[in-house]
Nanobody
Framework: QVQLAESGGDLVQAGDSLTLSCAVS???????????VSWFRQGPGKDREFVAS????????LYATSVAGRFDIARDNAKNMVWLQMNRVKVDDTAVYVC???????????????WGQGTQVTVSS
């Protein structure tokens, strides 16, 4: 099994940059080989929305069109960390951001078995 812990959410202004972190912890004997880590978000009055995804081993990335070109997902396997680099943030980026882990690179939330608690990002104008 995998445990995920997000951090880095903050109050920022439109146009700013912000980096969210997701610490990945595996149970003894659980291999991280093939793990997929993704970011989702849910803004006020909105459904959960896929943001970005990365294959833990290869680094293959997948982005939602709404954030492509502004956000970047990265990882450091040695540190068991995954980051979401948010650039030129907009008010519409305001949401609770959650990282999730599974075994399939997908934008569908049901494909992920493990979820963090989320971190709040608020963007003001």
């Amino acid at each position: 099994q995998v445990q995920l812990a997000e951090s880095g959410g903050d109050l920022v202004q439109a146009g700013d940059s912000l980096t969210l972190s997701c610490a990945v912890s595996a149970a003894p004997g659980y291999t991280l080989s093939g793990l997929v880590v993704s970011w989702f978000r849910q803004g006020p009055g909105k459904d959960r929305e896929f943001v970005a995804s990365m294959t833990y081993d290869s680094g293959r990335q997948l982005y939602a069109t709404s954030v492509a070109g502004r956000f970047d997902i990265a990882r450091d396997n040695a540190k068991n960390m995954v980051w979401l680099q948010m650039n030129r943030v907009k008010v519409d980026d305001t949401a609770v951001y959650v990282c999730a882990a599974g075994r399939t690179l997908s934008l569908l939330s049901r494909m992920y078995d493990f979820w963090g608690q989320g971190t709040q990002v608020t963007v003001s104008s």
